[in-house]
């Protein structure tokens, strides 16, 4: 069976029974998007750089093994999100503050939306990263969320394809 032949399979299966990971996915989209139309291409581009140091910081946070060890899988894979995404905030603001975002006048929408792509994409890779430490039977994804974002070379593709794009846009 094909690459294509999988993903239609999963696209259906999808669209006849949708899961809890796709629903949060289309909302990370939406309002990545909504946030990217809003603040501009400059801003999306801080937002998605400022998500690199705020995973690598919260992959090495010491945890009290005694805190996580009073909670279920569900509410670590909270914390360890939540945590990300207000580290993210901080690392953005922290890099707002030092002029790396400025306001911009020509607003490039194609550039800003596919910036929110890739920024929802890095998130969502970063976040269902944190679900698939856990035993997969416990938590179960959906396959479309397997196969965009549960292999090593997803994740590869998912943490690297940013970077490209931002270099490309810098060179046109």
Avoid: C
């Avoid at 194609?110 to 990263?129: H, K, P, T």
């Avoid at 997969?136 to 394809?161: Q, V, Y």
């Amino acid at each position: 069976m094909s690459y294509i032949d999988t993903f239609r399979e999963t696209l259906n299966q999808f669209l006849s029974n949708p899961a809890w990971d796709v629903l949060l996915l289309l909302f990370f989209f939406f309002s990545v998007f909504v946030y990217g139309l809003m603040v501009g291409r400059n801003r999306i581009i801080v937002l998605l750089l400022a998500s690199y140091p705020a995973a690598l910081i919260n992959e090495y946070i010491p945890y009290p093994k005694n805190f996580l060890a009073n909670l279920n899988v569900a509410q670590i894979i909270f914390l360890k999100a939540f945590v990300f995404f207000v580290l993210a905030i901080f690392v953005f603001w922290i890099f707002k503050r030092s002029g790396f975002s400025r306001k911009e006048l020509n607003k490039k929408t194609g550039q800003v939306l596919f910036l929110s792509f890739l920024n929802v994409g890095l998130w969502a890779n970063i976040i269902f990263g944190y679900v698939l430490n856990f035993n997969a039977e416990l938590i179960k994804l959906a396959p479309l969320n397997l196969l965009l974002f549960g292999s090593t070379p997803a994740h590869f593709i998912w943490l690297i394809l940013p970077i490209i794009v931002l270099f490309w846009f810098e060179r046109n």
